[in-house]
């Protein structure tokens, strides 16, 4: 439950929601003034002699002490009530000790879902938006593992890489921690409206942009921050030269935290920043139990981190998988034949999401029990 006072956050949103007003901006004005209703109460010259505020940024903030502020920081409000969303203020115990720790934290944060998640381990899982059909396996492969381990999995809600890491961390019975470039109300890219509706109900979405602000470029680099703050290490499966999960990257190595990567093809446009990072010392990654040891030491990972396996499913005398297949991949292997089927066919029949049926493959391809075909369709190898 919110800690801060309906009377106090709304003095609070005053100032958050000036438009321009990063947290950079905002300490220093609270260096200046001593609290934020000095700041509110200053005019827009002795604004203005706060360096870095120019006259357009001092009319902004002095505006949001006027009876306009007050009505902007109430029409905010009604907005976050209206989706069901509250503030998370730095004087608020869920405010996350990660979040403190940074040169910037957020002034206050927008949330929906479970708060609490934000102080949870978690693995950060970055990418491409447009990644290869390997990349779509890994990152849902490596996503569904490290939740049955125990993991949250924070990305950035984005097409890609993103979407299929964090839907595999629901489909695993995990949580995930989506955190947005944009108002907290919105839904950005609009085909992820399904995986926002999951991760509000069983995960986690924060903004530090105010209710109504736009996916705007320059607001992605700031939410990469974040995700790098939350993380223990951040997981990179397919990135190109010039992608933005490098922001990600660089956030994370600031803040000491470790880095992953996915080996890729030779020559493969998608990997090129991947197959960079690992020539830079990335730790090479081919299973979730590379990061798990990582982070914990070889045979010291935490017993709380473990998830108890499933039975294991029957399986066709004729077509027994190997004895150390993990459930899913027995289960799907016992479908395969000769004859390539679908994924969404072979999901349907083994009882699982396309999201876990594409990690049970990969997991067989790469031990060379199954082959991938053109069209999503696979069979025994």
Do not use: C, W
Request: charged share 20%; proline share 7%; no cysteine.
């Amino acid at each position: 439950m919110p800690t801060t006072a309906p009377d106090t956050l709304e003095t609070l949103l005053r100032l958050a929601i000036v438009p321009g007003m990063g947290p950079a901006r905002t300490a220093m004005l609270l260096a200046r003034f001593g609290s934020v209703e000095r700041v509110l109460g200053a005019s827009a010259a002795q604004i203005a002699e706060v360096p870095g505020f120019g006259r357009e940024y001092a009319r902004r903030v002095a505006m949001a002490g006027t009876a306009q502020g007050r009505d902007r920081a109430r029409a905010a409000l009604d907005v976050l009530a209206r989706v069901g969303a509250r503030v998370v203020t730095q004087a608020d115990a869920e405010y996350p000790q990660a979040f403190r720790a940074l040169a910037d934290p957020p002034f206050v944060l927008y949330a929906l879902g479970d708060v609490h998640l934000m102080s949870e381990p978690a693995i950060g899982i970055v990418g491409t938006r447009d990644p290869t059909d390997y990349g779509r396996r890994v990152a849902s492969r490596l996503a569904y593992e490290l939740a049955r381990a125990g993991y949250g999995i924070a990305s950035g809600m984005a097409k890609g890489i993103d979407a299929v890491a964090q839907a595999a961390a629901l489909d695993a019975g995990g949580a995930t921690v989506g955190v947005l470039g944009h108002g907290i109300d919105k839904v950005y890219p609009p085909e992820n409206q399904r995986l926002f509706h999951r991760v509000r109900e069983r995960g986690l979405l924060i903004s530090e942009m105010a209710p109504g602000d736009e996916p705007l470029a320059g607001n992605f680099p700031r939410r990469n921050r974040l995700i790098a703050a939350l993380s223990e290490g951040v997981l990179v499966v397919e990135m190109g030269e010039k992608s933005g999960a490098r922001h990600t990257v660089e956030f994370a190595l600031e803040l000491g935290k470790e880095v992953f990567a996915v080996p890729g093809q030779i020559g493969s446009a998608a990997s090129a920043g991947t197959n960079q990072l690992l020539k830079e010392g990335a730790r090479l990654v081919t299973s979730a139990q590379d990061i798990l040891e990582e982070l914990h030491g070889v045979g010291r990972v935490p017993a709380a981190l473990g998830a108890p396996a499933p039975v294991e499913p029957a399986a066709p005398a004729s077509r027994q998988p190997p004895a150390d297949l993990a459930p899913d991949e027995a289960r799907v292997f016992g479908l395969l034949g000769d004859d390539p089927r679908h994924v969404d066919d072979l999901a349907a029949a083994a009882g699982i999401t396309t999201s876990v049926a594409l990690g049970a493959l990969l997991g067989l391809e790469l031990r060379e029990l199954a082959e991938s075909l053109p069209g999503k369709q696979f069979r025994l190898r």
